[in-house]
């Protein structure tokens, strides 16, 4: 990827729609990353990094900050902090959307104010959607979304939708020499939207396949395709999460049309729902004490001590997931504390079952199938 001018506009990445500055001339100073594409706004925010600091100094002129802790103060001062290279001072805040109500809009007041020297990057986490609206804790204030239409550039990179996708997969494979035959073009428009960074990878797979043949063909794509079972297990914990019995059935039937054997299939779907079930317990424990979830306050030193590193206390001191805790927090009202209970007994039979050591355990998919609809 080529720098871009010390000047400063960026131009929009492939599949990022792009606001410029409606207030003040010149070059850009804040640029807003949005959207569902997590990898994308990643690759932009360090794209931006490269382009803008200097390399020889970039130890100095960058820094990284935590929207989770972070205060406007400390942001806007770190902004315009003078650069001791040739390039300007970049401060990149990772979820910015999860400061504090009060210091996004603090922060949008003070936007204006960075100086030429300066750049700042606000990254969002991915946008979470309930009863089809977007939660307001999982974006900006627009207070601070008007702001950086004035004085930067807002850079959405929202998931394609799944007409979208499929002008986006022949443009991709026309970059690549290639034209896509309508099945292999069916195949690959079937994969989720929202990871496109995985969709990009298993088209240009399939592109190597090929070789010299101008076409993509179905059979390159089921050549190369890869078939995570995880991607369906942990579609199926949030079928059981949400108590979708039909729906989490569904997915054990895919997770078992696989081609992978049950005997390791099994394992390690009741692993990752045992987990699950931990979490639930974990933030539904939080939930009741209104330390997670909507309108919940910090959690004490006390009880984060108490929760374990893998469960719902790493997840929430990890900027990246800790998005997550809402989904959680939502999904464990819909059991109660001995329900849960239960859940873990029967996780704990099924696993029994599938070791041998109580009788039942001879047909993994039979044993999966039974436990789904007991935790549902």
């Not at 606000?122 to 974006?139: A, C, D």
């Not at 309108?295 to 998005?323: F, H, K």
């Amino acid at each position: 990827m080529s720098p871009l001018p010390r000047t400063g506009k960026a131009p929009a990445r492939p599949g990022a729609k792009s606001t410029h500055p409606t207030g003040t001339p010149g070059a850009a100073r804040v640029f807003l990353l949005t959207g569902a594409e997590s990898s994308r706004k990643i690759g932009e925010a360090q794209a931006l990094v490269t382009a803008h600091a200097d390399a020889e100094f970039v130890d100095f002129d960058v820094e990284t900050m935590n929207g989770a802790i972070t205060t406007a103060d400390r942001v806007l001062g770190g902004v315009a902090t003078y650069p001791l290279g040739t390039g300007k001072r970049v401060v990149l805040v990772k979820d910015s959307h999860q400061m504090e109500l009060e210091e996004q809009k603090r922060l949008a007041a003070g936007l204006a104010s960075i100086p030429a020297a300066g750049l700042l990057i606000l990254h969002t986490g991915t946008p979470i959607t309930e009863e089809g609206k977007i939660r307001r804790q999982s974006v900006v204030v627009s207070e601070l979304v008007n702001a950086v239409k004035k004085v930067g550039q807002i850079l959405d990179f929202a998931a394609p939708k799944a007409d979208d996708l499929r002008g986006w997969l022949i443009q991709e494979a026309r970059a690549l020499g290639k034209t896509l035959a309508p099945d292999a073009l069916a195949q690959l428009a079937q994969l989720p939207s929202e990871d496109i960074s995985r969709i990009g990878t298993e088209l240009a797979k399939a592109a190597a396949h090929a070789g010299d043949d101008p076409v993509i063909s179905g059979a390159d794509i089921e050549a190369t395709l890869s078939r995570g079972a995880d991607d369906v297990i942990f579609k199926l914990c949030d079928a059981v999460g949400m108590r979708r019995t039909q729906e989490a059935l569904g997915y054990v039937s895919t997770l078992f049309r696989g081609g992978q054997r049950p005997e390791a299939v099994a394992p390690r779907a009741l692993v990752l729902l045992a987990r699950q079930i931990r979490l639930l317990a974990q933030f539904r424990y939080l939930g009741e004490r209104k330390m997670a979830g909507r309108g919940a306050g910090p959690v004490s030193p006390e009880v984060m001590a108490l929760l374990p590193g893998d469960g719902a206390g790493g997840m929430m001191t990890n900027p990246r997931t800790a998005w997550m805790a809402d989904k959680y927090v939502g999904q464990a009202r819909n059991f109660s504390g001995g329900e849960l209970a239960t859940c873990m007994e029967r996780l704990l039979q099924a696993d029994l079952a599938l070791k041998g050591v109580v009788p039942g355990g001879d047909d993994p998919r039979m044993v999966m199938q039974r436990l789904v609809v007991e935790l549902c």
